[in-house]
């Protein structure tokens, strides 16, 4: 087992920054991947981000590309999601995933392990 805790979520003004931690514990050595998915009201959760836990790959939903940042500290088995030039549509909760799965990581069924969520709210 695998799991994973969020934190860093909170409130700011559209245009400003938000640094969101994912703490991995447990079975570590079977982490392939590590993704960042999150659920605005009404809608399905939806895949942000991923990033290969040994190689340091990362991949970025259309979104969100040219302003987040995902990026990993092995050492501190923990994940991080930059979020610069923040939008009002940013709104949601997001949840940090990890996975020993190999295909179908831009899918929420890709990932076997979740977090519970972190709030980030983005004024306009």
């Known amino acids: 087992q695998v799991q994973v805790v969020e934190s860093g979520g909170g409130l700011v003004q559209a245009g400003g920054s938000l640094r969101l931690s994912c703490a991995a514990s447990g079975r570590t050595f079977s982490i392939y991947a590590m993704g960042w998915f999150r659920q605005a009201p009404g809608k399905e959760r939806e895949y942000v981000a991923r990033i290969m836990w040994s190689g340091g790959t990362t991949y970025y939903a259309d979104s969100v590309k040219g302003r987040f940042t995902i990026s990993r500290d092995n050492a501190k088995n923990t994940v991080y999601l930059q979020m610069n030039s923040l939008k009002p549509e940013d709104t949601a909760v997001y949840y940090c995933?990890?996975?020993?799965?190999?295909?179908?990581?831009?899918?929420?069924?890709?990932?076997?392990?979740w977090g519970q969520g972190t709030q980030v709210t983005v004024s306009s």
């Open positions: 995933a990890a996975t020993p799965r190999k295909f179908g990581l831009e899918y929420v069924g890709g990932y076997d392990y």
